[in-house]
């Protein structure tokens, strides 16, 4: 029997509530200019602090130790599904999260708007994101491109903004196949991949990007900054086991950015609306819905996008702001909070790395150390859990939370 089913056949229900708090990118690396302390342990966090003096502490690894996880992979971990067992593409996580209407066999793609320089030998990426344009341009952009890009071949071409830089792309048609390598070269001053067909079968799907990103620098040659594209994520709604079915719990998330939302939709969780891009607005939702759910997934993205952009004070900011809205979560008493990354964007490093996650998990049944200073990755190597896969974390979770039978005689 392997884990999962192991675990699906000790669940079963309780009284009980959970709230998982991620903080996109939470992992960082020790800053020279803060004494070489990380970005979670220069941040002024007394409420985080104070909690992790009560809490189990560990340090968790999305993937595998030494694997860069993704979004999707450390958050897929996260809700107890194995990321190398299940393997999704951005493409579908961006359309689900706009409320796309995805069909079988629709091939979806994420898009970044980036700024190119154009040579004689082809384009060069100077900027992936494009300068993080607002959304509102990102609309008006995709627009334009969906008047000018209806149809490829026989294959039908949709556009939609999801927010800042990112767009989605969806071909609907005869002959797809999602297995496309990716374009962007996570790297500035080199020339953007092509997209190259991974099977046989994805030829045509390759040509038909390969068309798409011609066609859109075309269009958008006099854009001074989103005048080129880069696709990410080619991919196909999967069939996953519903998070609620597995674990009995009625779930929802609490999340801004569309691929977090999207990804919630995916397995089963209910996703509340979030009018407000706030932290105070995401805790009002929680606290009106909280007799209505078993479980909440809280999502913090602004710790990962100060990472990637290598503004450690930002990040640190953005940490301090959570835990000054820290004490509203724990006024509602929940018997189990977990608080954590889905991965590692150290500023130093400007994007995600292989660092293990810290992670905090506070419960009335939690084994407290009594040496912990605070919230850090420091402390958090000392702490009772020690390195442990992220997978775990449902594990944790519902042990925690009093549901789970006893294994064997």
């Known amino acids: 029997m392997d884990q999962e089913k192991l675990l699906e056949e000790?669940?079963?229900?309780?009284?009980?509530?959970?709230?998982?708090?991620v903080l996109d990118g939470l992992g960082?690396?020790?800053?020279?200019?803060?004494?070489?302390?990380?970005?979670?342990?220069?941040?002024?966090?007394?409420?985080?602090?104070?909690?992790?003096?009560?809490?189990?502490?560990?340090?968790?690894?999305?993937?595998?130790?030494?694997?860069?996880?993704?979004?999707?992979?450390?958050?897929?971990?996260?809700?107890?599904?194995?990321p190398i067992k299940y393997v999704i593409g951005r493409g579908v996580l961006e359309a689900l999260g706009i409320d796309f209407p995805l069909e079988p066999g629709d091939i979806a793609i994420r898009g970044n708007f980036a700024t190119a320089r154009f040579t004689p030998q082809g384009p060069i990426i100077v900027d992936r994101r494009a300068?993080?344009?607002?959304?509102?341009?990102?609309?008006?952009?995709?627009?334009?491109?969906?008047?000018?890009?209806?149809?490829?071949?026989?294959?039908?071409?949709?556009?939609?903004?999801?927010?800042?830089?990112?767009?989605?792309?969806?071909?609907?048609?005869?002959?797809?196949d999602p297995r496309v390598a990716d374009t962007d070269p996570q790297e500035v001053e080199v020339p953007p991949l092509p997209p190259q067909p991974l099977v046989p079968e994805a030829e045509k799907t390759a040509r038909l990007?390969?068309?798409?990103?011609?066609k859109l620098a075309e269009v958008l040659q006099e854009e001074p900054a989103t005048n080129f594209a880069l696709l990410r994520g080619f991919s196909q709604r999967p069939h996953l086991k519903l998070f609620g079915e597995r674990f009995r719990l009625k779930a929802a998330a609490i999340a801004l950015y569309p691929m977090y939302r999207g990804l919630a939709a995916l397995v089963g969780m209910e996703v509340l609306p979030v009018k407000e891009e706030s932290l105070a607005y995401?805790?009002?939702?929680?606290?009106?819905?909280?007799?209505?759910?078993?479980?909440?997934?809280?999502?913090?993205?602004?710790?990962?996008?100060?990472?990637?952009?290598g503004d450690w004070e930002g990040k640190i900011k953005v940490i301090e702001e959570f835990d000054r809205y820290l004490p509203q979560i724990m006024e509602l008493k929940p018997d189990v909070l977990v608080i954590t990354g889905d991965h590692s964007t150290p500023a130093l490093h400007r994007?995600?790395?292989?660092?293990?996650?810290?992670?905090?998990?506070?419960?009335?049944?939690?084994?407290?150390?009594?040496?912990?200073?605070?919230?850090?990755?420091?402390?958090?190597?000392?702490g009772a859990l020690g390195h442990f896969p992220l997978l775990y974390n449902m594990n944790l979770m519902l042990a925690h939370a009093h549901r789970l039978a006893k294994f064997s005689a």
């Open 131 to 176: 300068g993080r344009p607002s959304t509102e341009h990102t609309a008006s952009v995709c627009r334009r491109l969906q008047e000018k890009i209806q149809k490829i071949e026989d294959v039908e071409v949709l556009i939609r903004p999801v927010k800042e830089h990112r767009f989605v792309v969806v071909f609907r048609g005869p002959g797809l």
């Open 209 to 214: 990007a390969t068309i798409f990103l011609n």
């Open 351 to 382: 994007a995600h790395s292989w660092h293990p996650v810290p992670y905090l998990l506070y419960s009335r049944w939690a084994r407290y150390h009594r040496d912990t200073t605070g919230f850090g990755e420091r402390d958090c190597a000392q």
């Open 282 to 309: 995401q805790l009002a939702v929680l606290r009106e819905s909280w007799p209505s759910y078993d479980f909440f997934f809280f999502h913090v993205k602004a710790t990962d996008s100060r990472g990637e952009d």
């Open 10 to 21: 000790l669940v079963h229900p309780a009284d009980t509530k959970m709230v998982l708090v």
């Open 28 to 82: 960082g690396l020790p800053l020279p200019e803060r004494e070489g302390k990380t970005e979670l342990e220069a941040a002024h966090k007394p409420n985080l602090d104070a909690l992790a003096r009560v809490s189990e502490l560990g340090l968790a690894h999305p993937v595998l130790p030494g694997i860069t996880p993704g979004s999707s992979a450390g958050h897929l971990a996260l809700f107890g599904y194995d």
